[in-house]
């Protein structure tokens, strides 16, 4: 029944693989995000997908690939994994762009070593 | 450019005091501030938001108020027990180009019995 839900919880991987994190959602929304949130808990976002098609790409690094098959699904696919990108991913839906909170998953702590 | 300044970053208070947690933002056209408290290791969770026509809203302990004019949003939250202690983000919406949300920086609360 979880809302928002995205796996794998947490991800172990070396530098240099390619790693991808699946995110689904059955609140009916339109609108899907990646998030990212570092060590000191900030909270940055990272794309956000409307209807399937991407509205926001916030400078992120081209290794970071999202892909929205339908609108209840945005998966994000990482190439050539770096230590700095060690965080929780979190990914979140919204109903609409304007004015709607976000609901968020559970988050995957990814760790590159 | 687009900003949310949040402080305190780290708040201690005795169970049963009041907690205000204040935020600044840059964009004079955002309409919409959601707060989200996260516990620990778990997801961002909406516990309160206000809309730019309202000046405040509260749901039982906690209250939101927000000051158009100088870009102010406060959190509120009185009678404080020790299951608020967690990390509290504000957020405001941005409406440049595509719309989305920029979350401040979190101020972790304490509560202490």
């Known amino acids: 029944d979880t809302a928002v839900s995205q796996t794998p919880k947490y991800l172990v991987t070396q530098m240099g693989n390619d790693k991808s994190i699946k995110c689904e959602q059955n609140?009916?929304?339109?609108?899907m995000y990646w998030y990212k949130q570092d060590s000191k808990k900030f909270l940055k976002i990272m794309f956000s997908y409307n209807n399937k098609e991407l509205i926001i790409n916030e400078t992120v690094p081209n290794r970071f690939s999202p892909k929205s098959p339908d609108k209840a699904h945005l998966n994000l696919h990482i190439n050539s994994l770096e230590l700095g990108d060690s965080a929780v991913y979190f990914c979140a839906s919204s109903q609409g762009a304007k004015d709607s909170p976000l609901h968020f998953g559970n988050g995957t702590r990814l760790t590159v070593t | 450019g687009e900003n949310v300044e949040q402080h305190p970053s780290t708040l201690s208070v005795q169970e049963g005091d009041s907690a205000v947690i204040k935020c600044t933002y840059s964009?004079?056209?955002?309409?919409?501030f959601p707060w989200y408290k996260q516990e620990l290791g778990k997801r961002p969770q909406l516990i309160i938001d206000?809309?730019?026509?309202?000046g405040e809203k509260k749901d039982q302990r906690i209250a939101v108020t927000l000051n158009k004019t100088a870009k102010h949003f406060s959190l509120h939250i009185t009678e404080t027990q020790p299951e608020d202690s967690a990390v509290y983000f504000c957020?405001?919406?941005?409406?440049?180009?595509?719309?989305?949300?920029?979350f401040g920086t979190g101020t972790r609360l304490k509560v202490l019995a």
């Open positions: 206000i809309r730019s026509n309202v």
């Open positions: 957020a405001a919406s941005i409406t440049s180009g595509t719309y989305k949300y920029i």
């Open positions: 609140l009916g929304h339109d609108t």
């Open positions: 964009d004079s056209a955002s309409n919409y």
